[in-house]
């Protein structure tokens, strides 16, 4: 019998231990920065996941609806292409601050980094609806149209690993070409 309760003594002993280890390793792991508990606090809800579905799917919407319709007589109403395009742009972001919530994807696009692609996004998009809406010159209207599609595939692109220093290499060599075929 003297046996049997050194066993058990052992056993409690042993798991009196490793429970007192797990315990201790267990608040060093909640107490990481990087924790599983902070790493799952960011995860996007299925009411962000389907506003984001849902404002993302408009802007496309917008954008498909502004080159198939309003593109074949921008000439006759620049307005109507460059309010529908560039909503559809408007939502396409949008879609982004449902997503990742919106004080964080406003941090990100006015971070060091990102804000010239923001800066040139959005000011392509301002002087589009103003150059239709106040000026109504076709010329300017096509000018901006074409240069916020250019911005937003930019911004786009910008948002995968290597994408703004492919586009800045791209930029390049396109403006150096440019350049050579005008003789400069």
Same mark, same amino acid.
Request: proline residues 3%; aromatic residues 14%; contains cysteine.
């Given at each position: 019998?003297?046996?049997g /309760?050194? $066993?058990?003594?052992?056993?409690? $002993?042993?798991?009196?231990?490793? +429970?007192?280890?797990?315990?201790v390793?267990?608040? %060093?792991?909640?107490?990481? #920065? %990087?924790? @599983?508990? *902070? &790493? &799952? ?10 506003? @984001?579905?849902?404002?993302l +799917? ?5 954008v498909?609806? +502004?080159? &198939?319709?309003?593109? #074949? ?6 307005q ?5 395009f &560039?909503? %559809? ?9 449902a ?5 964080? =994807?406003?941090?990100?696009?006015? /971070?060091?980094?990102?804000? !010239? ?6 000011? *392509? ?8 809406m ?13 240069? =916020?599609?250019? +911005?937003l595939?930019?911004?786009?692109? *910008?948002? @995968? !690993?290597?994408?703004?220093a492919?586009?800045?290499?791209? /930029?390049?060599?396109?403006? /150096? *070409?440019?350049?050579r075929?005008?003789?400069?």
């Amino acid at each position: 019998m003297a046996s049997g /309760s050194t $066993s058990r003594a052992a056993v409690r $002993s042993a798991n009196d231990r490793v +429970a007192g280890t797990f315990g201790v390793v267990s608040k %060093g792991v909640k107490g990481l #920065p %990087g924790s @599983f508990k *902070s &790493t &799952t606090s960011s995860v996007t809800s299925g009411g962000s996941l389907m506003y @984001f579905g849902l404002f993302l +799917a408009s802007g496309v919407f917008l954008v498909f609806i +502004a080159f &198939t319709i309003f593109l #074949p007589v921008m000439v006759i109403m620049p307005q109507k292409f460059a309010i529908c395009f &560039t909503a %559809g742009c408007a939502f396409i972001i949008g879609s982004f601050f449902a997503l990742k919530g919106p004080k964080n =994807q406003l941090y990100h696009m006015i /971070s060091k980094e990102r804000l !010239p692609f923001t800066v040139g996004f959005v000011g *392509s998009m301002v002087a589009t609806i103003y150059v239709s809406m106040v000026l109504h010159s076709y010329i300017l209207s096509v000018f901006f149209s074409v240069l =916020q599609v250019l +911005a937003l595939a930019y911004y786009a692109i *910008s948002y @995968f !690993p290597g994408g703004s220093a492919g586009m800045k290499f791209l /930029s390049s060599a396109l403006v /150096s *070409s440019v350049l050579r075929c005008f003789g400069r």
